[in-house]
């Protein structure tokens, strides 16, 4: 059974950071492509990164990139994100995926996290 588990959400202050992780478990880790999506209230769910099966590429939305940076430990099964100068609309639902294809696409990932929440105060 395939396990996608993050942490490390949590209430920080505007311009603070976060690492947000996600370990995973049943699954050969070292051959999916590994992804971060997030979602508000009210929004639908959008990319945020993705990082390549051996960490060669990675790829980032554009209302992160520079701050955000994905990186993935495959020896441990973990992705992580490490977020900085956090901003209000950074809040949402974070949620780590898997998918056989390196893609911002979502439809391309075939296994999904519960999420681990985001709020940042202004």
């Known amino acids: 059974q395939v396990q996608l588990v993050e942490s490390g959400g949590s209430l920080v202050q505007a311009g603070g950071s976060l690492n947000l992780s996600c370990a995973a478990s049943g699954l050969a880790f070292r051959t999916y492509a590994m992804g971060w999506f997030r979602q508000a209230p009210g929004k639908d769910r959008e990319f945020v990164a993705a990082v390549s099966r051996t960490s060669q590429s990675t790829y980032y939305s554009n209302d992160v990139k520079g701050r955000f940076t994905i990186s993935r430990d495959n020896a441990e099964n973990t992705v992580y994100l490490l977020m900085n100068s956090l901003k209000p609309e950074d809040a949402a639902v974070y949620y780590c995926?898997?998918?056989?294809?390196?893609?911002?696409?979502?439809?391309?990932?075939?296994?999904w996290g519960k999420g681990t929440h985001v709020t940042v105060s202004s």
């Open positions: 995926a898997a998918s056989r294809e390196y893609s911002y696409f979502s439809y391309n990932y075939n296994y």
